[in-house]
């Protein structure tokens, strides 16, 4: 079965700092990626998603950028943090012969400062 | 594009009732309705889904019905504990689309011991 796993599970920034944050996924192959920001309390936004090395689709305009240097790694960069770059982030990904069930990871607390 | 909307947004349940979230969705094309409970700091967790040809779909406590007609698909909690207390949130899927799951914005259930 699928495992979807990220790092770090906590961090804390200052502003004006970068950012880069791990997703990597096992047991499955040629999965679809997907980056989820998740504001307190609140609904999850997607920022990214990925259906292949290299193909990177952006949903929302911002300091943000995304890459898939391997089959089964989606990273999560930034050059500066913001403030508003605060978060939980998660990444999720579909299994094998799969393009709608989407399986997430235990996500990343960030706090930038 | 698609845009699922989600009610209540708080419900709180003495433990032993049952528990009903409705979502509704726009896009008559959409096929595939899974629904994710969050525990506080946790991910999503996929804890139920149907499909556009299925009505109804059970799983022990927990069911989904699909009313593709109504374009609406609602989960039912019944003999609720106190552990199914978590962030529940409903989500809609256009094969052939966008390759993007849209998330409803939460329902915060509460079940009182």
């Known amino acids: 079965s699928q495992t979807i796993h990220q790092w770090p599970a906590t961090l804390v920034q200052p502003v004006g700092s970068p950012l880069s944050l791990e997703c990597t996924v096992e047991?499955?192959?040629?999965?679809?990626l997907y980056w989820y920001r998740q504001a307190a309390g609140r609904g999850l936004q997607l920022l990214f998603y990925?259906?292949?090395?290299?193909?990177i689709s952006s949903e929302v305009p911002q300091n943000l950028s995304a890459s898939r240097p391997q089959d089964r790694q989606f990273i999560l960069s930034s050059k500066k943090l913001l403030l508003s770059d605060s978060g939980f982030y998660l990444c999720?990904?579909?299994?094998?012969?799969?393009?709608?069930?989407?399986?997430f990871g235990p996500g990343t607390r960030l706090t930038v400062l | 594009g698609e845009n699922v909307e989600q009610h209540p947004s708080t419900l709180s349940v003495q433990e032993g009732d049952s528990a009903v979230i409705k979502c509704t969705y726009s896009d008559s094309a959409s096929n595939y309705f899974p629904w994710y409970k969050q525990e506080l700091g946790k991910g999503p967790q996929l804890i139920i889904d149907i499909r556009s040809n299925v009505g109804e779909k059970k799983d022990q406590r927990i069911a989904v019905t699909l009313n593709k007609t109504a374009k609406h698909f609602s989960l039912h909690i019944t003999e609720t504990q106190p552990e199914d207390s978590a962030v529940y949130f409903c989500a809609a899927f256009t094969q052939g689309g966008s390759e993007k799951l849209v998330f409803g914005k939460g329902t915060k259930l509460t079940v009182n011991p």
């Open positions: 990925s259906v292949g090395i290299g193909q």
């Open positions: 999720a990904g579909t299994p094998s012969g799969s393009t709608d069930t989407q399986y």
């Open positions: 047991g499955t192959s040629n999965p679809n």
